[in-house]
């Protein structure tokens, strides 16, 4: 017992002895909620409660499994027995993985067998354009992934098709009604859930049979749920349900933290928690074993300004540190800039946290954090250009991107019609109507009459053993490239850009109404920014030129990034993180805030919850970057410093400059 309490404050000590009844954990960042957690559940065990009795839930597989390999180390168990067996331990996993297995168990009673398929989001997809088809909806007047976003927060929700039928009201919810019942029928048929009905369906196993509901409830007398501020309608009714009997429900997260409302996250949930349980303890860990006093201190001036949270006072035994370095530069090329040459100056500076404070930094210190991942472009190539490694976190590099790949691979197609690579990614997006059977046919046409593929689409009616329909949806796509060919000669490369994807419609593409399916189109925008620079050379040779470019980008960033490399990511991204420097890039209005929250108080408090985040990442250092003008999304804009900039208590911020690189800067290795 006293190795599980060794080295915990007061407030964590009383947090793992609580073990009976309702616990709300309010935990600022850095407080070190996750060995709260895990000590309480090896204290539990360690205090005679059965391991099966414990139900612990988290978010990502990744914490859980740290879950699972704390517990064992802090109780000295091997996940197995001296005899091979497994040993016993609670159920860690995440919301979808816990119901996964109840399901299994209970899937008879609703009508699947066991061993039920999971549909992945590729899987839906392309049930839900199966479906359509099937009804007679086209793609291009309903947009499937629209539809699917959709039929998603329905569910999360916990309204299943039958209840959606009787609440759609106009032609638009009456068909996504229609493909939404076909599309759960088409799943029953198949034996199959998708991710979100592996909750929706746990909820509605456990409303329509109380016994079942009962038996879970003993089995999981003491449920611990991690990030409860991020947990959505479905996910709180099903904890309340699973907690309803015993009562011994324990929550741990941060209003302050909660920046997932598109992902249908309800930070509600966590204020009402003391409303759901009145008898509820609460406890609050404020003592902060990350960040420097400044950090922490700016931190709170900025996010007090909230109205929709629970109040702590943050506080460190750590050292007061420097003030967080704001900037405020020409352009996003000089951001670029600016930041690589104070990374080069926190390498080269003595007195740095490595090897007893003898050495300066490593790139692995550094993270990039942005709003938006368009804004990664600018910084990813004057690292490429500088030879800088990095790793971009939670989402693919700007030219692997798929819609920027997309884009390129018209691009290329118009550069080389015999480019049989590009033509295959890009036959069917937008949706065509091409199958795989056609497109194949149409490479053995071409090659059977020494055809390129400009030529083979426009002859696709001569195919034979080929429907009517799929010749002519091939010659139709053969005359969309034979017309934006047409345009090279007339247009400079943006505009020529510009025109392609008007032209394929691939905004509708894209147009998910998800954050995901926003982003996507921002960084088509940005490609286009990125392609201007050769807008003053003729059409075919700019095109040549930027694809040249790119090809030798991608080659570059060939690097081995699990060694020391900088870390990229958006502000969603870095929640649950920590560096010892932060670089917070493009701190103006519209990007962050974003322009979409603008004119929404509960959305521009989600920005300033972000904003907050990227702050509290820091254990050692800040810089804040905003730009006079930047070229983003296809469009060069005045910049606005963010009024989160104005919020941030003044005596814990510096204004700096840019800096001119040294002598003894340009010599470092930096790899």
């Known amino acids: 017992m006293e190795e599980i309490l060794k080295d915990l404050n007061q407030n964590q000590i009383e947090a793992i002895k609580a073990i009976e009844g309702p616990v709300l954990i309010i935990a600022g960042p850095g407080s070190g909620k996750t060995a709260t957690l895990t000590r309480r559940i090896a204290y539990m065990i360690a205090s005679g409660i059965k391991p099966e009795n414990i139900l612990a839930i988290t978010f990502t597989n990744k914490a859980s499994q740290e879950m699972k390999e704390r517990v064992e180390k802090l109780l000295g168990i091997s996940p197995l027995t001296s005899s091979g067996r497994l040993a ?63 039929i998603s927060k329905l569910k999360s929700g916990l309204i299943d098709s039958s209840q959606f039928e009787k609440q759609a009201i106009n032609y638009y919810e009456k068909t996504i009604s229609q493909i939404y019942s076909a599309y759960q029928k088409e799943l029953q048929k198949a034996n199959a859930m998708d991710f979100d009905d592996l909750i929706m369906l746990t909820v509605k196993l456990f409303e329509k049979n109380p016994q079942i509901t009962e038996k879970y409830q003993n089995q999981f007398k003491y449920i611990l749920v991690d990030e409860y501020q991020d947990t959505n309608i479905s996910q709180y009714v099903l904890t309340k349900i699973l907690a309803a009997k015993y009562r011994n429900l324990f929550a741990i997260g941060d209003t302050d933290q909660s920046i997932y409302t598109w992902r249908y996250a309800d930070f509600r949930n966590m204020l009402n928690f003391e409303k759901d349980f009145p008898e509820a303890k609460i406890i609050r860990l404020e003592q902060n074993y990350r960040s420097t006093k400044i950090i922490l201190t700016a931190g709170q001036g900025l996010i007090k300004n909230n109205v929709y949270r629970h109040q702590k006072e943050l ?58 991942h368009a804004q990664s472009r600018p910084i990813e190539e004057e690292f490429l250009t500088q030879g800088f490694p990095y790793k971009i976190i939670g989402a693919l590099k700007f030219y692997e991107r798929r819609e920027v790949k997309d884009i390129l691979a018209y691009l290329r197609i118009l550069a080389n019609p015999n480019d049989f690579i590009s033509l295959q990614r ?119 030129k930027f694809l040249e470019e790119v090809a030798l980008i991608q080659e570059t960033e060939n690097i081995d990034e699990d060694k020391n490399v900088i870390y990229m990511m958006t502000l969603h991204s870095a929640k649950g993180l920590e560096f010892p420097v932060v670089f917070l890039v493009g701190a103006e209005e519209g990007l962050l805030p974003h322009s979409k929250s603008l004119d929404n108080p509960i959305e521009l408090e989600e920005e300033r919850r972000l904003c907050y985040v990227g702050i509290t990442r820091a254990k050692r250092r800040v810089f804040i970057t905003f730009a006079r003008s930047r070229m983003i999304f296809g469009t060069t804009s005045q910049g606005i410093s963010s009024r989160f900039l104005e919020e941030i208590p003044k005596d814990t911020v510096e204004f700096v400059s840019n800096l001119e690189s040294s002598e003894e800067n340009e010599i470092i290795n930096y790899t």
């Not at 954050?515 to 990125?530: F, I, P």
């Open 88 to 150: 016993a331990m609670p159920l860690v996993g995440t919301f979808h993985s816990v119901c996964a297995r109840i399901l299994r168990n209970e899937a008879r009673t609703l009508g699947f067998s066991k061993n039920f398929t999971i549909y992945d989001e590729d899987d839906q997809l392309g049930l839900t354009k199966k479906v359509m088809e099937d009804l007679g909806f086209s793609p291009k007047n309903f947009n499937p992934y629209s539809i699917l976003n959709r």
């Open 315 to 372: 506080w460190t035994e750590n050292a007061d540190g420097e003030k967080i370095s704001i900037a405020q530069l020409d352009d996003e090329k000089e951001e670029a800039k600016f930041i690589i040459e104070k990374m080069k100056q926190l390498i080269s500076a003595k007195g740095g946290p490595a090897s007893g404070g003898q050495k300066g930094y490593k790139l692995n210190d550094f993270v990039i954090l942005y709003r938006t």
């Open 426 to 544: 890009i036959y069917n997006v937008p949706t065509r109507g091409i199958g795989k059977v056609a497109f194949l046919r149409l490479i053995e046409f071409g090659r059977k009459n020494n055809l390129n593929l400009f030529e083979s689409l426009i002859k696709a009616k001569e195919i034979d053993n080929l429907p009517v329909k799929s010749q002519f949806a091939l010659y139709a796509f053969g005359k969309t490239l034979e017309k934006i060919k047409e345009k090279i000669n007339d247009f400079e490369l943006t505009k020529l850009m510009k025109y392609i994807v008007n032209e394929i419609d691939y905004k509708t593409h894209l147009d998910t109404k998800t954050e995901e399916g926003y982003m996507r189109w921002e960084n088509v925008k940005e490609l286009l920014t990125v392609a201007r620079k050769y807008n003053s050379f003729k059409t075919d040779e700019a095109m040549g």
